[in-house]
């Protein structure tokens, strides 16, 4: 059972006023786009999911749920009918018809920049069998597509090429203007669904960590997503905020390029993996706030192998391998990551078996471009299953890149394996949820044998919220301005 854990701080001290003013929530880093299709990155999501519903969603817990689609069934083993929910509009008032839906479906599926078009690679065909009907017909039976729909927005048929000024369907409209430092959400009018409690939330970016705390303390700010770990335990004693963690379904990595020196050679991959003391990189990387990583995916997804388990730390036998490959005075690399991450326990523990890393911090926007772009060798990032299944990350990381397909968007990193795609094949096509798992299962166990990711830790999500502030965070880290709702008496 997945524990919520709320750190409460010590009452005894005054109160700091709030002044008046919106729901204010602090982000890391600033969203890359208001398409909903163009991005699959966990932040741009996650935001753009105040504005944008799918035919399906996952509640807090990341359990289906209707949303545009009121409901759904099939009428044969490869095809799914979903009906429309009477009475949804978007938010300039139009009606959402099945037109909309078929339109959308396939611009996410064959836009030539879409992000997220593995979750319908699974997809063969799309119609409107009714103005209010949906068929979807798949090349498989499972019932994953249902979690998949939940992160393919429903926006207006004919929108442009890039969605610059937002149009949807969900609980809040945003303002364009601020994008992308600045996000101002206001509540719809016409939302089909409960009506949200706050009028206005602003979500802002806040890069420096101080800051955050110190806007925090000054009842500037009352929801801070991700804050880091040192300033989480600062505030656990302020009696204006509470610090909330819980399991996450994110797993840091390390990404090489396994198509290019050094880390073409797999003996150079595990010895970077051998290198690595989890249990102090969860000590010092997140202060505690998580748990060593064995493999792509957290103990509690679809696809994680129990059998695997995280090394050892085994710095004589790193120091071999990296020998063994050509390297017997160790290497020098540069790691990239986006500023803020908290990367000098890494280069310490790889300096001790050899491996001296310079480390290159720089913006979310510029390291993700570098990334995807293959000029990245070396690099610390994350990986989150949204659906809750290990094939999203499988799916979109390490298949053979196939974009006429929806496959291998996320892999920038030259990995190729035919036996990881033969068996991610059999997975998406498995006539039943258990022989999913175990095929997902296989994957796992094979790309751990490969390393192209080389997992550190899965941390906790963590949150620091006002006391004013009544909210629960969800399973898959998302930060929905619909359940954020003022405590009785705290300021408008």
Not at 42 to 60: K, P, Y
Request: glycine letters at 6%; proline letters at 9%; one cysteine or more.
């Amino acid at each position: 059972m997945l524990l919520l854990v709320a750190v409460l701080a010590d009452c005894t001290r005054a109160e700091r006023p709030t002044p008046a003013g919106p729901m204010r929530v602090s982000l890391y880093a600033a969203p890359l786009t208001l398409d909903p299709h163009l991005e699959n990155e966990f932040l741009t999501s996650g935001v753009l999911a105040n504005v944008f519903d799918g035919l399906t969603s996952l509640d807090g817990a990341m359990r289906v749920e209707p949303a545009l689609a009121v409901s759904w069934d099939t009428p044969g083993p490869f095809t799914w009918r979903f009906r429309l929910r009477p009475g949804a509009r978007f938010h300039d008032g139009r009606p959402v018809s099945a037109r909309d839906v078929v339109w959308s479906l396939e611009r996410a599926r064959r836009h030539p920049r879409s992000g997220v078009s593995h979750y319908l690679a699974d997809v063969v065909d799309v119609s409107a069998t009714l103005p209010d009907t949906i068929e979807i017909r798949t090349q498989a039976s499972t019932s994953l597509i249902l979690n998949r729909l939940a992160f393919v927005a429903i926006v207006p048929e004919n929108s442009p090429a890039e969605i610059r000024s937002p149009i949807g369907s969900g609980p809040y409209r945003l303002e364009a203007e601020g994008f992308p430092d600045d996000l101002t959400f206001h509540r719809s009018e016409v939302y089909w669904g409960r009506r949200p409690p706050e009028p206005i939330v602003r979500m802002v970016v806040v890069r420096d960590a101080s800051r955050v705390r110190a806007m925090l303390l000054s009842g500037d700010l009352d929801v801070s997503l991700s804050p880091a770990p040192d300033e989480a335990d600062r505030l656990r004693s302020e009696p204006c905020c509470r610090v909330v963690a819980r399991p996450s379904v994110v797993v840091e990595v390390l990404q090489c390029r396994v198509d290019r020196p050094p880390f073409d050679d797999q003996r150079v991959r595990r010895a970077l993996h051998l290198a690595l003391d989890r249990p102090a990189l969860v000590a010092r990387m997140v202060k505690g706030w998580g748990e060593p990583a064995s493999q792509l995916a957290s103990s509690g997804t679809v696809g994680f192998a129990p059998s695997i388990r995280p090394p050892e730390r085994n710095i004589t036998e790193a120091r071999r391998l990296l020998a063994e490959a050509g390297h017997p005075r160790g290497l020098s690399v540069t790691l990239e990551f986006r500023e803020g991450r908290p990367a000098d326990e890494i280069r310490r523990q790889l300096a001790e078996a050899g491996i001296e890393v310079r480390l290159r911090p720089g913006s979310w926007a510029e390291v993700l471009r570098r990334t995807r772009s293959g000029e990245t060798r070396f690099y610390y990032g994350a990986f989150t299953a949204d659906t809750g299944d290990a094939g999203d990350i499988l799916d979109s990381a390490l298949h053979t890149p196939e974009p006429e397909a929806g496959l291998g968007a996320d892999n920038h990193f030259g990995y190729s394996s035919p036996e990881v795609d033969r068996l991610l094949l059999a997975a998406r096509t498995a006539p039943s949820p258990l022989d999913r798992r175990e095929a997902l299962q296989r994957v796992m166990e094979r790309v751990m044998s490969d390393l192209p990711l080389v997992p550190l830790v899965v941390p906790h999500d963590l949150y620091v919220i006002r006391r004013d502030v009544r909210w629960t965070p969800r399973l898959d880290g998302r930060v929905l301005a619909a359940d954020l709702a003022r405590e009785p008496g705290g300021r408008p």
